[in-house]
């Protein structure tokens, strides 16, 4: 899984399951978390592409929380829609205890893992609720 969509499935997850594993982290050694920035609240736009002509353009902006850290002499990074500064510095942490190979790093993909299933289904479910509202057109001869 790449960092990228590893950060992906982090913001997304459930905050109060990233937050108790990010605690299970630094149960042993919380002196060796080095907060670099953050966790701020502040505003980014959102883009998004246009589904016919596949053309960009900016909704508006959004609120986000983020934060940067260094654990285990990685760096994390996390950014998560709302002002929830705590989900963000676990998002963080969680990050870099993946990049620095830390004894949960497995635990922190599963979660990853669990998250992108249940996305997943709740994308089918919404296409399979939407399918329901196709309108199929039939010529007369």
Do not use: N, Y
């Amino acid at each position: 899984m790449s960092r990228e969509r590893r950060c992906e499935l982090l913001a997304a997850a459930a905050a109060s399951h990233v937050v108790e594993l990010a605690d299970r982290c630094m149960r042993d050694q919380p002196d060796l978390l080095d907060i670099r920035s953050g966790p701020t609240v502040g505003t980014v736009a959102l883009e998004v592409r246009e589904p016919v002509l596949g053309e960009r353009f900016i909704v508006g902006d959004v609120l986000v929380a983020s934060a940067e850290v260094e654990w285990r002499g990685k760096r994390g990074w996390a950014m998560v829609l709302g002002r929830d500064r705590h989900a963000a510095l676990a998002c963080a942490l969680c990050d870099a205890e993946v990049e620095a190979g830390g004894p949960l790093a497995g635990e922190v993909e599963a979660l990853c893992a669990e998250t992108e299933l249940e996305m997943d289904e709740a994308a089918r479910q919404e296409e399979a609720e939407l399918f329901e509202t196709v309108v199929r057109f039939e010529e007369l001869a």
